[in-house]
């Protein structure tokens, strides 16, 4: 009898708690709604009152409005991007022609991607890939040698990191520092610096020489139970985690399909970064996740996607306000509006960048992770905004250095040297450390409520509600730390800290800081919503 209570006692909490929360709809719906129509009238009228001091507009091809083109990386990619249509796609014609006619499998078609990839890598970087082949070379042979012994893992990471340092500290070297018979060849430096795309090499190279020395190793994932809650295994295709977890054999460690790893064409530039063992795997058996009808479907979001960039750099100048330093113009509000919109735009620079060479590597029957799988408006937390942006440098990160430093057991040391090293990786400059060890900082105080969350069991509705309230409260905290950190990691750098500070200290600062707080509070609830119905739609499969 008391079980049965029980359970009616359960049940009737459950459809009160239902109940409040489809009613709070109704207020936090109509609140968003405003909030991003305030936002968007104020980037407008920011926009148009001050782009006359703003630097690097160009004119833009909507209504004759400008465009803002001051961020280097999406101009260059734009600017290029037919060309680079145009040689995937010939690329890849040409690929599956040959790989059907001859029935190639993995050295073969290591081969032919070396040969494609070498050829492109000319155009990018001419003479200076004689860099990249003498260090690609020498990492090769370090793992061959030392691959199996007890302190390897040591000798590849001093090895990397002191080419990454260098590499930037020397911007790419001189090839006249090597003798003056070898000046000529700094004439022919190509179109792109080998330096800065070689931060993916680098760590394609760690993966190599991890995914070797662990080769004798047992997997981490237990087959039978992965199967059963993975949507992919459970239909019979392989996802990514078990592409990586499953060990290759041997010979799949050979210099060809190792180079061809390196500099695999589609994704050489930006990535997404993919491991060793995953890579390797599908050379022989092609990704079976997507359909190509899925495959066309992605490609058309993708289209999709870059109109919305067309249409927000042509009516918001957020990163030119930024280049520009106006934003010591404005007021606590509008710097708040700038820092999200800036935000916004790097999410959607990056998502177009990294689905553009993801979508030609799936053509070509290699699955990368998806770099960018949730909206950046829908993270109320760190760590599940750094598992979806860049997220498969989130995965290298977790395979190669979280969990090999000791895990979630040292978790509270760990994200210092992890965030460190993702600064470092980027680029050599105090703004990228300063970001990093903020964050570190906003992230200790959320690990350790989670933590005593974690331990707490609400109870009935009432229970659930304070519990539910709590986190949203802290969401908004988090939200708003994260914003602080990206400003002065990308728009204001560290020396604008005092600046935004004693500005946000002041009346009118203190209210905005009170309406961000409020602001993202109903947005971490709605964030809740969306969580629920996703729950729900995984439960009725």
Request: proline letters at 3%; one cysteine or more; aromatic letters at 20%.
């Amino acid at each position: 009898m008391s079980v049965v209570l029980r359970s009616f006692a359960s049940l009737t909490a459950g459809m009160k708690s239902s109940s409040w929360k489809r009613k709070e709809l109704f207020v936090l719906v109509p609140y968003a709604v405003v909030f991003y129509a305030i936002v968007i009238r104020r980037s407008l009228q920011l926009s148009h009152d001050h782009h006359a001091k703003l630097y690097g507009l160009r004119p833009g091809w909507i209504f004759g409005r400008f465009t803002d083109a001051t961020d280097a990386q999406w101009r260059n990619f734009r600017q290029n991007l037919p060309i680079l249509t145009g040689v995937f796609g010939i690329f890849t014609l040409v690929a599956n022609i040959i790989k059907r006619s001859f029935s190639l499998r993995a050295k073969g078609m290591s081969f032919y991607w070396i040969v494609v990839s070498l050829a492109y890598l000319f155009y990018l970087h001419e003479a200076c890939i004689l860099f990249i082949f003498g260090i690609a070379s020498a990492n090769f042979f370090l793992v061959k040698i030392l691959g199996r012994t007890k302190y390897f893992l040591y000798g590849l990471w001093v090895f990397n990191l002191s080419f990454l340092l260098c590499n930037r500290i020397y911007e790419g070297y001189q090839f006249s520092s090597f003798g003056e018979h070898w000046a000529y060849l700094d004439d022919f430096r190509g179109t792109f610096r080998w330096h800065i795309c070689f931060n993916f090499v680098v760590l394609r190279m760690i993966s190599f020489g991890h995914d070797y020395h662990w080769t004798d190793q047992y997997t981490s994932v237990d087959d039978k139970k992965h199967i059963q809650r993975c949507d992919h295994c459970s239909t019979g295709k392989t996802c990514y985690l078990v592409l990586q977890e499953r060990r290759v054999t041997n010979d799949k460690f050979s210099f060809p399909i190792y180079l061809c790893y390196l500099v695999y064409a589609p994704l050489y530039i930006a990535g997404p970064i993919i491991t060793f063992n995953a890579f390797a795997s599908q050379l022989d058996s092609p990704q079976n996740i997507y359909s190509s009808r899925e495959v066309a479907w992605y490609g058309f979001r993708w289209v999709f996607c870059l109109s919305l960039m067309e249409f927000m750099t042509q009516f918001f100048y957020y990163n030119a306000f930024a280049i520009s330093g106006l934003w010591k113009q404005l007021s606590p509000m509008d710097i708040f509006i700038i820092g999200y919109g800036v935000l916004n735009f790097m999410w959607l620079k990056f998502l177009l960048i990294w689905r553009y060479f993801r979508f030609w590597s799936l053509i070509n029957g290699i699955v990368p992770p998806e770099n960018m799988p949730r909206c950046i408006n829908n993270c109320h937390n760190l760590e599940s905004f750094w598992k979806n942006w860049h997220a498969s440098f989130n995965k290298w990160l977790v395979r190669y250095v979280y969990i090999p430093l000791g895990g979630s057991q040292k978790k509270l040391l760990n994200v210092w040297v992890v965030f460190t090293f993702v600064a470092v990786w980027h680029d050599l400059e105090w703004k990228l450390l300063s970001w990093a060890w903020l964050t570190c900082v906003f992230f200790i105080p959320e690990m350790l409520i989670k933590s005593a969350a974690s331990a707490f069991q609400a109870e009935g509705a009432f229970g659930e509600f304070i519990f539910r309230e709590l986190r949203a409260a802290a969401g908004a905290v988090t939200i708003t730390c994260l914003m602080v950190a990206n400003l002065v990691g990308f728009v204001i750098g560290p020396s604008g800290i005092n600046w935004l500070v004693s500005g946000f200290l002041q009346e009118g600062g203190l209210l905005t800081l009170g309406g961000l707080l409020v602001s993202f509070y109903v947005g971490t609830k709605l964030m809740f919503h969306i969580a629920d119905a996703k729950q729900r739609k995984d439960k009725s499969r």
